[in-house]
């Protein structure tokens, strides 16, 4: 027997109604069919970083992107092969595959007439492509999920039988099994496998068909599936309501379809994007914001993490950079770095031991995460966590490549009136860190008077390069995009340091 046969046995043997469902699912749509499949793909960005967000798109799939003049929102074309490698993009947020576009929708003069040409839109899209990518996505999330509670399975019993040898090679089996899971699951990359491991599963599948008959068929009798349409619409010059043109147009969704509405528990999310002349029809891949990927431990300011790579992005960070976060919080921009750019070093600190505790946490996390995935061991992150004060960094001069930070905006940590004395310490004490001529900073904050006016006192050791104004939370936020001078940093005098730390703006 090979490897893979027996790995194969071991992991049906832990849960074969889980390979049953995934036969089942994926070939509702035939691999024949499916592979010359091309859809578009829209996404969810930060606002402000569509471009960081195309360029991504570009570098890791290989496919044009359009940004959308709606802000917030990218769209690309893909083959359905590559919608395992979508969702790992890291700058967007949700993602949804695009029934239609309708570049110049002619609205009507009245409400009725507009609400009217919107349940005709129902029966008249394309819907077939678009649903079996949908097809393909769910059952790519369910056993996401149904392997992640496997893990948390595994691990509880772990911890339930105490720790000895024994349980170690257990560790190690369970590992194993997990990370040919992963292939197994991944099959959009690799289809060989895919079909390899298929063969045998179906195989293994038939001779256990008794046993497992009334599972069965609970998954070939069909399912009313339940839906709900969400309207994002943004223009002066619409007579209707979003709640409106969502529930008129979902009415005749439910009609076309026969499907159950439901607000809350649904299968199907339909998207209804309206922006001024343009309507955009689509439905959604992501149930919850992929942002939330790496954190598990969240402070009252987290950043979130297609942010946090979307600041790392703009310094380009290269091989053996020291990246340093000063007020990392829960540690989201240097856990993000760590992820991506795993042949630099990152550097996560903060004065207060709450926020110092809560990163290492979500480092921890991340390890543990990792090791499932690799289903080995690992020898740990590129990352550290310390507690340090961001005026008085235990940290060499000249010897940092980039910092990137989420500066505390005066709202929910700190005050406005801190800020007036925080900011020009802080730039100072990094720009004593970063290196001249090559060292580059980017910093978020919503207290752009305040930073603006600490930063025009050090044009000699900092210059602003680019400014990308973002919406953090409701808040007009800005980060900037700094490059330390050539001119080498000298240590201030006494009454100059003093001066410095209580700058204020009259």
Same mark, same amino acid.
């Given at each position: 027997?090979?490897?893979?046969? %027996?790995?194969?046995?071991?992991?049906?043997?832990?849960?074969?109604?889980?390979?049953?469902?995934?036969?089942?699912?994926?070939?509702?749509?035939?691999?024949? %069919?499916?592979?010359?499949?091309?859809?578009?793909?829209?996404?969810?960005?930060?606002?402000?970083?569509?471009?960081?967000?195309?360029?991504?798109?570009?570098?890791?799939?290989?496919?044009?992107? #359009?940004?959308?003049?709606?802000?917030? #929102?990218?769209?690309?074309?893909?083959?359905?092969?590559?919608?395992?490698?979508?969702?790992?993009?890291?700058?967007?947020?949700?993602?949804?595959?695009?029934?239609?576009?309708? +570049?110049?929708?002619?609205?009507?003069?009245?409400?009725?007439?507009?609400? #009217?040409?919107?349940?005709? =839109?129902?029966?008249? =899209?394309?819907?077939?492509?678009?649903?079996?990518?949908?097809?393909?996505?769910?059952? @790519?999330?369910?056993?996401?999920?149904?392997?992640?509670?496997?893990?948390?399975? =595994?691990?509880?019993?772990?911890?339930?039988?105490?720790?000895?040898?024994?349980?170690?090679?257990?560790?190690?089996?369970?590992?194993?099994?997990?990370?040919?899971?992963?292939?197994?699951?991944?099959?959009?990359?690799?289809?060989?496998?895919?079909?390899?491991?298929?063969?045998?599963?179906?195989?293994?599948?038939?001779?256990?068909?008794?046993?497992?008959?009334?599972?069965?068929?609970?998954?070939?009798?069909?399912?009313?599936?339940?839906?709900?349409?969400?309207?994002?619409?943004?223009?002066?010059?619409?007579?209707?309501?979003?709640?409106?043109?969502?529930?008129?147009?979902?009415?005749?969704?439910?009609?076309?379809?026969?499907? +159950?509405?439901?607000?809350?528990?649904?299968?199907?999310?339909?998207?209804?994007?309206?922006?001024?002349?343009?309507?955009?029809?689509?439905?959604?891949?992501?149930?919850?914001?992929?942002?939330?990927?790496?954190?598990?431990?969240?402070?009252?300011?987290?950043?979130?993490?297609?942010?946090?790579?979307?600041?790392?992005? =703009?310094?380009?960070?290269?091989?053996?950079?020291?990246?340093?976060?000063?007020?990392?919080?829960?540690?989201?921009?240097?856990?993000?770095?760590?992820?991506?750019?795993?042949?630099?070093?990152?550097?996560?600190?903060?004065?207060?031991?709450?926020?110092?505790?809560?990163?290492?946490?979500?480092?921890?996390?991340?390890?543990?995460?990792?090791?499932?995935?690799?289903?080995?061991?690992?020898?740990?992150?590129?990352?550290?966590?310390?507690?340090?004060?961001?005026?008085?960094?235990?940290?060499?001069?000249?010897?940092?490549?980039?910092?990137?930070?989420?500066?505390? @905006?005066?709202?929910?940590?700190?005050?406005?009136?801190?800020?007036?004395?925080?900011?020009?310490?802080?730039?100072?004490?990094?720009?004593?860190?970063?290196?001249?001529?090559?060292?580059?900073?980017?910093?978020?904050?919503?207290?752009? $008077?305040?930073?603006? +006016?600490?930063?025009?006192?050090?044009?000699?050791?900092?210059? +602003?390069?680019?400014?990308?104004?973002?919406?953090?939370?409701?808040?007009?936020?800005?980060?900037?995009?700094?490059?330390?001078?050539?001119?080498?940093?000298?240590?201030?005098?006494?009454?100059?340091?003093?001066?410095?730390?209580?700058? $204020?703006?009259?």
């Amino acid at each position: 027997m090979s490897d893979v046969q %027996e790995a194969t046995n071991q992991l049906l043997h832990v849960n074969l109604h889980e390979n049953q469902r995934y036969i089942h699912v994926t070939e509702s749509v035939p691999r024949s %069919e499916s592979e010359h499949l091309r859809v578009t793909i829209g996404a969810t960005v930060p606002t402000g970083f569509e471009q960081v967000a195309a360029d991504e798109v570009r570098e890791k799939l290989r496919s044009s992107c #359009k940004i959308s003049k709606d802000r917030g #929102k990218i769209y690309f074309d893909i083959s359905v092969e590559s919608l395992a490698q979508v969702h790992r993009l890291r700058s967007v947020d949700n993602l949804f595959v695009v029934v239609q576009e309708l +570049k110049d929708f002619q609205f009507k003069e009245t409400k009725e007439k507009v609400l #009217k040409d919107f349940e005709e =839109l129902a029966g008249k =899209l394309p819907w077939s492509d678009p649903l079996k990518v949908w097809k393909i996505n769910t059952s @790519f999330k369910k056993k996401k999920t149904k392997r992640k509670k496997l893990n948390q399975n =595994l691990s509880k019993e772990k911890i339930d039988n105490g720790g000895d040898k024994g349980d170690e090679r257990d560790v190690k089996k369970e590992l194993s099994n997990n990370a040919l899971d992963s292939h197994i699951l991944d099959y959009y990359e690799k289809p060989a496998i895919k079909e390899e491991i298929s063969t045998l599963v179906g195989d293994i599948l038939a001779s256990c068909k008794n046993e497992n008959d009334e599972s069965s068929k609970e998954d070939t009798e069909p399912e009313v599936l339940k839906f709900r349409v969400t309207c994002n619409r943004a223009g002066e010059k619409h007579c209707f309501s979003s709640n409106e043109a969502a529930r008129d147009f979902g009415g005749a969704v439910q009609d076309y379809f026969k499907w +159950k509405a439901d607000m809350t528990n649904f299968d199907v999310e339909v998207l209804l994007n309206i922006h001024d002349n343009e309507v955009i029809v689509g439905i959604a891949l992501t149930e919850e914001s992929l942002h939330r990927r790496n954190i598990t431990h969240f402070g009252p300011t987290t950043l979130r993490s297609t942010l946090a790579y979307g600041m790392l992005r =703009l310094c380009a960070p290269q091989p053996s950079d020291i990246i340093v976060d000063p007020m990392c919080g829960t540690g989201a921009i240097p856990i993000e770095g760590a992820t991506e750019w795993s042949n630099c070093f990152h550097i996560a600190g903060d004065n207060n031991p709450l926020a110092v505790n809560r990163a290492a946490n979500n480092i921890s996390s991340l390890l543990t995460k990792s090791q499932i995935k690799e289903g080995k061991l690992s020898w740990g992150l590129p990352i550290d966590a310390i507690q340090w004060d961001i005026c008085n960094l235990p940290l060499r001069t000249g010897s940092v490549d980039i910092i990137v930070t989420d500066m505390p @905006f005066g709202k929910r940590m700190g005050s406005k009136k801190r800020n007036w004395n925080l900011y020009p310490a802080c730039l100072w004490e990094m720009s004593r860190i970063c290196k001249p001529g090559t060292g580059r900073a980017a910093l978020l904050t919503q207290d752009k $008077k305040c930073f603006t +006016k600490a930063l025009s006192g050090m044009e000699h050791v900092w210059r +602003k390069v680019h400014t990308v104004w973002v919406n953090i939370g409701g808040l007009h936020a800005a980060v900037y995009l700094l490059n330390r001078t050539p001119q080498a940093f000298v240590h201030p005098s006494g009454q100059d340091k003093e001066e410095l730390l209580s700058a $204020k703006n009259d």
